[in-house]
């Protein structure tokens, strides 16, 4: 068990709807990062928030969208759904604001399907 | 652009022998590389890393070399187990990019028992 939490673990829904996927950190992990995991593809890194602010930004659509609250808890949003949106997407967390030594702690991942 | 590559989607081997995993990047900015594993239906777990100022990083059947002037990595396993089965993901940060972390495409491992 990472500590880090992701919900929902799965979720279908249609082409044009809005979905978000909820992340909650490691306990006193400040930095979340999110990342796509398509069909026989690699980690996209789409997003990084430390401590409430956008600190790094990937491969992201301008459909997609994400946040992170005072207590920490991150959400990614992801708008006029395509069935290429399909994928698993990670929440991975970090202690962050020090040395970037890459080494993350993800969850389980929230698998979406887009039909 | 793929700043981290890993050219060989699967490997097989057999059990007890060794398996080396090969990952190469581009940005000559990275200071950290990490090797992670990943089972079916579970996120990454961390495995091993090498800090760009070392050539070496052993911990226990797990050994990561770098070669900077080339640009590469790779992963030693040995021995090899059915239990090591999985798919391996081979990351690169940068002290200068805060926390940014850049993910290769992966290697899918079987160990044949």
């Known amino acids: 068990d990472s500590g880090v939490t992701q919900t929902p673990k799965h979720l279908i829904t249609a082409t044009g709807q809005r979905v978000t996927l909820r992340c909650s950190p490691r306990?006193?992990?400040?930095?979340v990062y999110w990342y796509q995991q398509s069909l026989d593809q690699g980690l996209q890194f789409l997003i990084q928030?430390?401590?409430?602010?956008?600190?790094a930004k990937g491969n992201i659509l301008e459909r997609f969208s994400a946040q992170q609250f005072p207590d920490l808890h991150s959400e990614l949003n992801l708008s006029s759904l395509e069935l290429g949106d399909s994928a698993l997407y990670f929440c991975?967390?970090?202690?962050?604001?020090?040395?970037?030594?890459?080494?993350?702690?993800f969850g389980e991942g929230s698998r979406l399907t887009v039909l | 652009d793929q700043q981290v590559k890993q050219n060989s989607p699967s490997l097989s081997v057999q059990e007890g022998r060794i398996s080396i995993l090969n990952c190469d990047y581009t940005?000559?900015?990275?200071?950290?590389f990490l090797w992670y594993k990943k089972y079916p239906a579970e996120g990454p777990t961390f495995l091993i890393s090498?800090?760009?100022?070392?050539d070496k990083n052993e911990d226990g059947r797990f050994t990561v070399f770098l070669n900077k002037s080339a640009k590469h990595l790779s992963l030693h396993i040995v021995p090899s187990q059915p239990g090591d089965s999985a798919v391996y993901f081979c990351a690169a940060s940068a002290f200068a990019s805060y926390d940014k972390v850049i993910f290769g495409p992966g290697t899918s491992l079987s160990v044949i028992p």
């Open positions: 090498i800090s760009s100022i070392k």
């Open positions: 306990s006193g992990d400040l930095s």
């Open positions: 991975a967390s970090s202690v962050g604001g020090g040395v970037n030594t890459g080494e993350l702690f």
């Open positions: 940005n000559s900015m990275f200071d950290y």
């Open positions: 928030y430390y401590n409430g602010e956008e600190r």
